[in-house]
């Protein structure tokens, strides 16, 4: 009787382990270089249209957009001794323009006006992960964020979406990012 019981505990806790591989939802990777990677849930992909312009986008049958591209100094027009590393701190304005050429500050000035109309720069939030940094913001239903891994700051994934609230965005980028290292 015993070994009974305890034959079918073992056989209710193996179900109740393989019940969450059972209902997980399947992804789909939308690959936008070989270092980043979001797999993105089958339920926003289902009638969506992907298309590639000068980024990588989907747009889900209700309308909402998720795309984006990998940004490298030299894609961004920037000097060849820039620190990339810097890039998202100049644009979002969390470090100052005050040590750079007059023609940087002018990039830099201009585009963070551009970002703060779109998005808000009141709304960024920065969060360390393992291996990467996340900076988002949203205004709306509109957001925006910049992915860099911490050994590698050549090149920062740029994300945006329109649609999406801000734990929509940000839980689709955490819960689907694969930085390769």
Sequence with gaps: MRKQCFIKSLAVLALLTSLPACTAEAKTTLSFSADYKIAIPQSFLADATVFATDELAVKSASGQLFAGKVLSADSEQLPADFDFSLYPDYLLKLKAVAGLSSELRAVFENSAAEIDYSYGLANIEVEQQEGWKLFSLCKEQRCLAYVMKDDN???????????????????LIKGGLHVEN
């Design 153 to 171: 700051v050549e090149y920062i994934l740029s994300v945006h979406a329109q649609g999406m609230s801000r734990a929509d965005f940000t839980g």
